[in-house]
């Protein structure tokens, strides 16, 4: 009895501290603590070989031996330190800070200084661990925090094998936290992670980072006031050649004399040694007393350079401001088809003030113009979406489409009177766009009366020919006549749908399992073969069923709008760009296309979950009145679904705006595109216009729609 | 004259909800169907108004069978049997206005009121009807605005606006506290007994029954199971209500001279 509730107090045993110290978890199974001992086990081993096994997956450095070697040294030497640690630790809690808040201060205290003892000491640890050489190939933080870690864990688990006891569970924290730091290295693994290089590299971006964050120098147009005169040069100078006319120098304003004006140009070997062309002397006066003078050299091809290692090139022009220099014509590399006198020009240039003059700068206009293109982008998808995915949204909210119900024969014959109505449909739509002249002349208006023609005919034939057929098997036609019309119409349905199947499922299957041609081949064969099925199937789902029941033709739609538009939802937009692309060319259509095709799906998918969510109770209040369907969703579904409506409309248009930016990457159009090339000119100043504008915009964007959409939900 | 017909109802789980229930109702009568909860009381009456298309039996209202009535037909049908809710079912988001004027979606041009054009007449008919109910304030309230009593009564409106020859109320008062119950069924006689308008109504407490039924009906399990005169509830006991009712028999203990 006592002993159960009061149990015998623990004693430490060194000898299982001592087990442990040679194989972790030894002491613990040896206690009788088996799990335990085996979790130490598996989770110091674990440890040892991930670190291990990350250090050695430098790519230059594949070897594990010496991998091994070096974070067993290391393990030594942490070890040896965080004795050193738990000792000092010990020590300053036994003597100074004796109370249980303070030790639990110092406790702390001495974590961190741990850690940062072991960073700072990291590089004379490796220092002995490595050579010189292989330093620089292993991923050193992680074998030095690696083995740090293992023997924190060795130590600790010499420190629990002494108490451990048979009923101890297992440690759980320590699992959870070796795991966590499994995950971490192996995540950092995987997704290459690199400090080292991100440190290392980062000054090579930085440059280019200042062009992207403060790009506006790009953005606007400077007056350069510039004191600046220019000489022409012949080069190279054929015999007989005289050159241009040699200029005079002025009483006002800036002048440069150079002689002579024709001259040979300076030749670079294969070595890079130079042989020099003709020495220039140039004379210049009329400039600023004092500011340095800049010689720059501009080839026939209209490229100005400054001519380095060729003389003098700074000359500060004297009290009077003037100045003289010499100068090699410099190299150039003349193209070998150029003909004529080749005619270099030198400027001699002192900058002055770069006046600001408030005009925007030809890229800055551009970029305005492509980030103006992009939101139109991005709102005529959504427009055009919410337009097109409205109706689609209700054809697949299974809460209306329940109600959408007709007996078999109905539903029979109008899908009859569908076919021949779409088909009636085109016809009339077909000659209509031929009398407008085509598609070409007229696209929208032979757009539109093809939609409205097909559409309007399916629906009116379908209704038409369902009534009638509904008519005549209730009240004119004998019951079997009915019945077997009924069995023969859904055969032709089945027919259908299974051919289709069959042929889908030859090009589907057989070009993967055999070749093309054998799909092609047997696509007849399984179409027939799937009509036949589908006609046998549903031709007794026929048989059993009365030509008079009901079936909720709602649920065919809902079911076919709904997982066509998950399918479409569920691929990329950035997909659909590369498909519009390969469809409409590189440009804003295409990201338009893509945007538009994405946003129907989501939309509709978004609506109609709305819809879902309604009350029924004013559908039946209102449908109770005597309403027909479009009054009851006026007023019983349309002011329930509105305000969510606008909320997730505003939301996609927000999305669209993003999108479209990401779409221009690929050959959408818009500002993206823009981004991409200056990106891959080089052209960082002007791609961070672009950025920035992004960003802007963006901004502004979420502000408003957030403001907007907090107005009406 | 309302002849219902060896009624079943079945749901798709195949539950079944009414099992071969036949009463008739005769012009102007109250009659109130009592019954414990999932009895069948709310399939009962949305089967009337075909809101629920019943599984068999036929229900015969001035010689037009219900159940057979083609979707056209069945809209003319709706538009004189007004209905209202235990939840009210008003708009939320739209005005009382609004609310009240889809009463008039049956007879209104179907385009016109799309764009919610309602003629004048409409207009004042519905001002009347709150008028009538006791809110002719509320009219440009949004509906989501008012109290629980006040949402009935322009429920009432909204049948009103109909011109009902018969009114189903599925337990109209049971969202109520037991003053504003007294106040809402008295507007149901006031109109039953001024405009001779048929009410069938459902009901959980035995004092209300008993103050306003010409005739109960009571359902246990989809079947008809008690069927009285006026004269015969006055007299019913306590003992013998809860033995058609169940355990969940109540009384309010609230008459109409309370308030
Ligand atoms: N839409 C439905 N689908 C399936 N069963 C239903 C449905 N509506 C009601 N029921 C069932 O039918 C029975 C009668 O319900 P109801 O008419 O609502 O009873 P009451 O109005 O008297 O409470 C109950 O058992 C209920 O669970
Ligand atoms: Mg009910």
Same mark, same amino acid.
């Given at each position: 009895?006592?002993?159960?509730?009061?149990?015998?107090?623990?004693?430490?045993?060194?000898?299982?501290?001592?087990?442990?110290?040679?194989?972790?978890?030894?002491?613990?199974?040896?206690?009788?603590?088996?799990?335990?001992?085996?979790?130490?086990?598996?989770?110091?081993?674990?440890?040892?070989?991930?670190?291990?096994?990350?250090?050695?997956?430098?790519?230059?450095?594949?070897?594990?031996?010496?991998?091994?070697?070096?974070?067993?040294?290391?393990?030594?030497?942490?070890?040896?330190?965080?004795?050193?640690?738990?000792?000092?630790?010990?020590?300053?809690?036994?003597?100074?800070?004796?109370?249980?808040?303070?030790?639990?201060?110092?406790?702390?205290?001495?974590?961190?200084?741990?850690?940062?003892?072991?960073?700072?000491?990291?590089?004379?640890?490796?220092?002995?661990?490595?050579?010189?050489?292989?330093?620089?190939?292993?991923?050193?933080?992680?074998?030095?925090?690696?083995?740090?870690?293992?023997?924190?864990?060795?130590?600790?688990?010499?420190?629990?094998?002494?108490?451990?006891?048979?009923?101890?569970?297992?440690?759980?924290?320590?699992?959870?936290?070796?795991?966590?730091?499994?995950?971490?290295?192996?995540?950092?693994?995987?997704?290459?992670?690199?400090?080292?290089?991100?440190?290392?590299?980062?000054?090579?971006?930085?440059?280019?980072?200042?062009?992207?964050?403060?790009?506006?120098?790009?953005?606007?147009?400077?007056?350069?006031?510039?004191?600046?005169?220019?000489?022409?040069?012949?080069?190279?100078?054929?015999?007989?050649?005289?050159?241009?006319?040699?200029?005079?120098?002025?009483?006002?304003?800036?002048?440069?004399?150079?002689?002579?004006?024709?001259?040979?140009?300076?030749?670079?070997?294969?070595?890079?040694?130079?042989?020099?062309?003709?020495?220039?002397?140039?004379?210049?006066?009329?400039?600023?007393?004092?500011?340095?003078?800049?010689?720059?050299?501009?080839?026939?091809?209209?490229?100005?350079?400054?001519?380095?290692?060729?003389?003098?090139?700074?000359?500060?022009?004297?009290?009077?401001?003037?100045?003289?220099?010499?100068?090699?014509?410099?190299?150039?590399?003349?193209?070998?088809?150029?003909?004529?006198?080749?005619?270099?020009?030198?400027?001699?240039?002192?900058?002055?003030?770069?006046?600001?003059?408030?005009?925007?700068?030809?890229?800055?206009?551009?970029?305005?113009?492509?980030?103006?293109?992009?939101?139109?982008?991005?709102?005529?998808?959504?427009?055009?979406?919410?337009?097109?995915?409205?109706?689609?949204?209700?054809?697949?909210?299974?809460?209306?489409?329940?109600?959408?119900?007709?007996?078999?024969?109905?539903?029979?014959?109008?899908?009859?009177?569908?076919?021949?109505?779409?088909?009636?449909?085109?016809?009339?739509?077909?000659?209509?766009?031929?009398?407008?002249?085509?598609?070409?002349?007229?696209?929208?208006?032979?757009?539109?009366?093809?939609?409205?023609?097909?559409?309007?005919?399916?629906?009116?034939?379908?209704?038409?020919?369902?009534?009638?057929?509904?008519?005549?098997?209730?009240?004119?036609?004998?019951?079997?006549?009915?019945?077997?019309?009924?069995?023969?119409?859904?055969?032709?349905?089945?027919?259908?749908?299974?051919?289709?199947?069959?042929?889908?499922?030859?090009?589907?299957?057989?070009?993967?399992?055999?070749?093309?041609?054998?799909?092609?081949?047997?696509?007849?064969?399984?179409?027939?073969?799937?009509?036949?099925?589908?006609?046998?199937?549903?031709?007794?789902?026929?048989?059993?069923?009365?030509?008079?029941?009901?079936?909720?033709?709602?649920?065919?739609?809902?079911?076919?709008?709904?997982?066509?538009?998950?399918?479409?939802?569920?691929?990329?937009?950035?997909?659909?760009?590369?498909?519009?692309?390969?469809?409409?060319?590189?440009?804003?259509?295409?990201?338009?296309?893509?945007?538009?095709?994405?946003?129907?799906?989501?939309?509709?998918?978004?609506?109609?979950?709305?819809?879902?969510?309604?009350?029924?109770?004013?559908?039946?209040?209102?449908?109770?009145?005597?309403?027909?369907?479009?009054?009851?969703?006026?007023?019983?579904?349309?002011?329930?679904?509105?305000?969510?409506?606008?909320?997730?409309?505003?939301?996609?248009?927000?999305?669209?705006?993003?999108?479209?930016?990401?779409?221009?990457?690929?050959?959408?159009?818009?500002?993206?595109?823009?981004?991409?090339?200056?990106?891959?000119?080089?052209?960082?100043?002007?791609?961070?216009?672009?950025?920035?504008?992004?960003?802007?915009?963006?901004?502004?964007?979420?502000?408003?729609?957030?403001?907007?959409?907090?107005?009406?939900? | 004259? !309302?002849?219902?017909?060896?009624?079943? *109802?079945?749901? &798709?789980?195949?539950?079944? @909800? +009414?099992?071969? =229930?036949?009463?008739?109702?005769?012009?102007?009568?109250?009659?109130?169907?009592?019954?414990?909860?999932?009895?069948?009381?709310?399939?009962?009456?949305?089967?009337?108004?075909?809101?629920?298309?019943?599984?068999?039996?036929?229900?015969?209202?001035?010689?037009?069978?219900?159940?057979?009535?083609?979707?056209?037909?069945?809209?003319?049908?709706?538009?004189?049997?007004?209905?209202?809710?235990?939840?009210?079912?008003?708009?939320?988001?739209?005005?009382?206005?609004?609310?009240?004027?889809?009463?008039?979606?049956?007879?209104?041009?179907?385009?016109?009121? !799309?764009?919610?054009?309602?003629?004048? *007449?409409?207009? &004042?008919?519905?001002?009347? @009807? +709150?008028?009538? =109910?006791?809110?002719?304030?509320?009219?440009?309230?949004?509906?989501?605005?008012?109290?629980?009593?006040?949402?009935?009564?322009?429920?009432?409106?909204?049948?009103?606006?109909?011109?009902?020859?018969?009114?189903?109320?599925?337990?109209?008062?049971?969202?109520?506290?037991?003053?504003?119950?007294?106040?809402?069924?008295?507007?149901?006689?006031?109109?039953?007994?001024?405009?001779?308008?048929?009410?069938?109504?459902?009901?959980?407490?035995?004092?209300?029954?008993?103050?306003?039924?010409?005739?109960?009906?009571?359902?246990?399990?989809?079947?008809?199971?008690?069927?009285?005169?006026?004269?015969?509830?006055?007299?019913?006991?306590?003992?013998?209500?809860?033995?058609?009712?169940?355990?969940?028999?109540?009384?309010?203990?609230?008459?109409?001279?309370?308030?």
């Amino acid at each position: 009895m006592t002993e159960l509730i009061d149990p015998a107090p623990k004693v430490r045993s060194y000898l299982q501290s001592f087990l442990s110290l040679l194989i972790p978890g030894l002491g613990q199974a040896v206690a009788g603590a088996i799990s335990r001992g085996l979790i130490i086990l598996a989770s110091i081993l674990t440890f040892s070989g991930l670190t291990i096994w990350t250090a050695a997956q430098r790519p230059r450095f594949p070897d594990y031996g010496l991998t091994a070697r070096a974070f067993l040294i290391l393990l030594g030497e942490t070890a040896a330190l965080l004795l050193f640690i738990i000792a000092a630790y010990y020590l300053v809690t036994r003597t100074v800070a004796r109370k249980p808040t303070t030790r639990a201060a110092v406790q702390t205290g001495f974590i961190i200084l741990g850690i940062l003892l072991i960073a700072l000491a990291q590089q004379s640890l490796l220092n002995t661990a490595l050579s010189a050489d292989d330093q620089s190939n292993v991923y050193g933080i992680t074998l030095v925090f690696g083995a740090a870690l293992t023997a924190a864990m060795w130590l600790w688990n010499i420190s629990d094998a002494g108490w451990v006891r048979e009923d101890d569970a297992p440690s759980m924290n320590g699992l959870v936290f070796l795991s966590l730091a499994a995950l971490i290295i192996l995540g950092s693994r995987v997704t290459q992670v690199d400090l080292p290089k991100a440190v290392r590299e980062y000054r090579d971006t930085e440059i280019i980072l200042r062009q992207i964050v403060w790009p506006w120098e790009a953005a606007f147009v400077y007056e350069e006031n510039n004191v600046e005169a220019e000489a022409k040069i012949q080069a190279p100078c054929p015999p007989g050649a005289t050159g241009p006319e040699v200029n005079e120098p002025k009483d006002k304003g800036p002048w440069v004399v150079v002689s002579p004006t024709c001259g040979d140009l300076s030749e670079r070997g294969t070595m890079g040694a130079i042989d020099f062309g003709t020495e220039l002397t140039i004379t210049g006066g009329g400039f600023v007393p004092g500011q340095t003078v800049n010689i720059r050299w501009e080839n026939p091809i209209g490229n100005a350079f400054k001519p380095r290692g060729f003389g003098d090139t700074e000359i500060p022009a004297s009290g009077e401001g003037t100045f003289e220099t010499k100068l090699f014509i410099p190299d150039a590399t003349i193209s070998s088809t150029a003909q004529g006198d080749q005619i270099h020009r030198l400027i001699a240039i002192q900058t002055g003030e770069r006046e600001f003059t408030g005009k925007l700068s030809q890229d800055m206009k551009l970029a305005l113009q492509q980030m103006l293109v992009t939101i139109m982008m991005g709102m005529m998808a959504t427009l055009v979406g919410v337009v097109l995915s409205i109706p689609l949204s209700f054809l697949s909210a299974r809460n209306l489409m329940g109600s959408l119900k007709s007996t078999l024969q109905a539903f029979v014959g109008g899908v009859f009177g569908l076919v021949a109505g779409a088909w009636l449909g085109s016809m009339i739509a077909g000659l209509i766009a031929s009398a407008l002249g085509g598609l070409e002349k007229y696209p929208l208006l032979t757009f539109g009366s093809y939609i409205i023609f097909v559409l309007g005919g399916a629906l009116l034939f379908y209704r038409l020919a369902g009534a009638s057929l509904d008519w005549l098997g209730k009240r004119a036609l004998p019951a079997v006549v009915a019945r077997l019309i009924t069995i023969i119409g859904l055969a032709a349905v089945g027919a259908t749908i299974g051919y289709g199947l069959g042929i889908g499922f030859s090009y589907g299957i057989f070009s993967i399992t055999h070749t093309a041609e054998f799909a092609e081949e047997m696509a007849p064969r399984t179409g027939a073969i799937g009509a036949a099925v589908g006609a046998l199937l549903i031709a007794y789902y026929g048989y059993r069923r009365q030509p008079t029941d009901e079936i909720t033709t709602g649920n065919f739609i809902y079911v076919i709008v709904r997982v066509t538009l998950n399918i479409i939802r569920s691929i990329e937009p950035l997909i659909w760009a590369i498909i519009g692309i390969i469809w409409v060319g590189p440009g804003p259509f295409a990201g338009f296309i893509a945007l538009t095709i994405h946003t129907i799906a989501a939309l509709g998918k978004l609506y109609s979950e709305a819809i879902e969510s309604i009350d029924p109770g004013p559908i039946e209040a209102v449908q109770s009145t005597g309403a027909d369907r479009l009054q009851t969703i006026r007023y019983a579904v349309v002011p329930q679904i509105l305000p969510p409506f606008i909320a997730f409309t505003i939301y996609r248009w927000d999305i669209n705006v993003r999108l479209s930016t990401i779409i221009g990457l690929v050959g959408g159009g818009g500002i993206g595109f823009l981004l991409i090339q200056w990106i891959r000119l080089f052209q960082y100043e002007q791609a961070g216009i672009a950025v920035w504008l992004i960003t802007i915009t963006v901004a502004a964007l979420d502000f408003v729609s957030a403001e907007i959409r907090g107005r009406f939900v | 004259m !309302l002849k219902i017909e060896n009624l079943t *109802k079945i749901y &798709e789980d195949g539950t079944v @909800a +009414l099992k071969d =229930v036949s009463f008739t109702v005769e012009e102007g009568e109250f009659l109130v169907v009592i019954g414990l909860s999932g009895s069948g009381k709310s399939t009962l009456l949305r089967c009337i108004n075909r809101l629920i298309d019943p599984t068999e039996g036929k229900i015969i209202w001035n010689d037009i069978d219900i159940t057979e009535a083609s979707e056209g037909d069945l809209r003319r049908i709706r538009r004189s049997i007004g209905m209202i809710f235990q939840q009210f079912n008003l708009v939320d988001r739209s005005s009382v206005m609004t609310n009240v004027l889809t009463g008039r979606c049956g007879y209104v041009n179907p385009i016109w009121s !799309l764009i919610n054009y309602f003629p004048r *007449k409409d207009r &004042e008919r519905a001002l009347n @009807a +709150l008028e009538r =109910v006791g809110i002719p304030d509320k009219a440009d309230n949004r509906a989501d605005a008012l109290s629980g009593g006040q949402k009935q009564r322009v429920g009432i409106a909204r049948a009103l606006m109909q011109e009902p020859k018969m009114l189903l109320a599925d337990e109209p008062v049971a969202s109520l506290d037991p003053v504003l119950a007294h106040s809402i069924l008295g507007y149901l006689e006031k109109l039953n007994q001024e405009d001779a308008i048929t009410v069938l109504c459902s009901l959980h407490y035995l004092d209300l029954v008993q103050r306003y039924a010409t005739r109960v009906i009571g359902l246990r399990e989809g079947r008809i199971i008690y069927e009285g005169s006026r004269d015969d509830i006055r007299q019913l006991t306590d003992e013998q209500f809860k033995q058609i009712y169940g355990e969940e028999a109540q009384r309010l203990n609230v008459g109409p001279e309370d308030f």
